[in-house]
């Protein structure tokens, strides 16, 4: 199985997370400082990074509000995610480019940095690295379900009732 990179795409950073071989587990990776770069330089830069470890899925993180609804920063996620999946597209093997539901992944990022002792302030670096492995071990986690429960074609988002 091919790695699987997890993105936390900001305004102001992009964290980045990859799997494991296995595709099992979630990493950090690195930030991204993309103050200064054009989106065709971000759509540049991940790009080196698929090419770099061999990502055959993306999954850039979709930060829909509480209620489900887009907003801005979902628009310029799904921007991002189109452009790079236009940019791979050429690439061997076509890596894919999924959306997945971010919502809570930064405020679990921040509480998952407080357990491991590491204080507010320092939060910052690592941060959006944190919430790409969030991002990244929900979509990851997702697969495994369905290939356990071989579920093909279910999202995770359909809803599962009981017949009575």
């Known amino acids: 199985m091919a790695r699987w990179l ?8 992009v964290g980045l997370a990859l ?18 770069l054009d989106q065709a ?11 770099e470890h061999e990502v055959g899925t993306v999954v850039v993180g979709l930060p ?13 996620a799904e921007a991002l995610a189109d452009e790079l999946s236009r940019a791979l597209n ?12 971010e919502r809570g ?5 921040h509480g998952l940095l407080r357990q491991a002792g590491r204080s507010t302030k320092r939060h910052r670096p690592v941060v959006d690295q944190v919430a790409a492995v969030v991002i ?19 999202n995770g988002a359909d809803q599962v009732s009981e017949e009575t």
């Open 19 to 36: 799997s494991d071989p296995a595709g099992k587990l979630a990493m950090p990776l690195a930030t991204l400082d993309r103050r200064g």
């Open 136 to 154: 990244l071990q929900a979509a990851l986690d997702n697969v495994s379900v369905t290939e356990q429960v071989g579920l093909q074609g279910w």
């Open 105 to 109: 992944s930064t405020v679990q990022a």
């Open 90 to 101: 050429g690439e061997p093997g076509a890596p894919q480019v999924k959306l997945q539901d």
């Open 41 to 51: 330089e971000v759509v540049r830069r991940l790009v080196a990074v698929v090419r």
């Open 6 to 13: 997890g993105v936390d795409a900001g305004a102001a950073r």
């Open 64 to 76: 829909l509000h509480l209620n489900g609804a887009k907003g801005a920063a979902a628009a310029a």
